[in-house]
């Protein structure tokens, strides 16, 4: 039998701290926050319109990068873990996503912000009584931001929640730039794709704590060559834990449960 797992043992995952990961080198702020900016963060319930408000200056990305923090702050406050999962359409989040609340089932509380252009479709599919999901449609924008996160958040009862999943839009280019305040990164490659994806883009696989390589059951069936996919992983996300499997038969699942299991905070 072959191992479906690649990776390093649970105990050894540390968590880089993402802050203003995104890609490449960290964004440094063009200029201090001004004592206005600052209080109106603190102030304010929904920090995009005091930002707005106060200096439409800020840069997009900057004016990003202060929202996740305060996200990140929100979500450690309230002693859960947040994970971002980025991939292209298709490559099976919202499939995933389903068989992890199903194996979680009320025991460890989950919730899920999906995010797509349209459609209530996979808010819907992820509908679970033990389970708060809220969807973001974004209109014309093809990733999420952290604004929206924000704004998504609110819509969730978090109360008891210990693990929340943000489903990102299916995209594998912007994503890597918008910061979410997300503690974990989860890059999906599916055997769907090409081996080579990593190759082609990769800020948002540099950028992963974690890969999924994802429908390892139809891999062979497809031709699929995942001993070329783990080594194009390996060479350009050396930093991200490798979990390889298949949310249809479970092969691996377990791995992965156990990953978001090591995740939770505990209480204090
Ligand atoms: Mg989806
Ligand atoms: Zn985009």
Request: glycine content about 8%.
């Amino acid at each position: 039998m072959s191992t479906s797992t690649d990776s390093l043992p649970a105990d050894t995952f540390r968590i880089t701290p993402l802050s203003n990961a995104a890609a490449g080198p960290r964004r440094t702020l063009s200029a201090p926050l001004s004592a206005e900016i600052t209080a109106a963060l603190d102030a304010s319930p929904d920090g995009e319109v005091a930002v707005k408000s106060v200096d439409v200056r800020i840069p997009l990305l900057e004016k990003n990068d202060i929202l996740a923090e305060r996200n990140r702050g929100y979500f450690l406050g309230r002693g859960l873990v947040a994970l971002n999962l980025v991939s292209s359409p298709g490559a099976g989040k919202t499939t995933l996503l389903e068989r992890t609340l199903d194996e979680f089932g009320p025991r460890t509380r989950c919730a899920v912000l999906v995010g797509d252009l349209e459609t209530e479709n996979d808010g819907r599919r992820l509908r679970r009584a033990h389970a708060p999901v809220a969807q973001i449609t974004t209109g014309t924008t093809c990733h999420l931001d952290a604004s929206m996160v924000a704004r998504g958040v609110e819509a969730l009862d978090l109360d008891g929640v210990r693990i929340l999943f943000i489903e990102n839009v299916g995209n594998l280019v912007c994503p890597a730039s918008f910061d979410l305040g997300e503690q974990v990164r989860v890059v999906l490659l599916s055997t769907t794709e090409g081996e080579d994806k990593p190759l082609k883009y990769p800020p948002i696989f540099k950028s992963a704590h974690v890969v999924l390589l994802t429908k390892i059951d139809v891999a062979d069936a497809l031709g699929f060559d995942r001993a070329a996919a783990v080594e194009n992983i390996r060479r350009i996300a050396p930093q991200a834990r490798l979990i390889q499997l298949s949310a249809r038969t479970g092969e691996g699942f377990g791995e992965w449960t156990a990953f978001l299991e090591s995740l939770v905070p505990k209480p204090r």
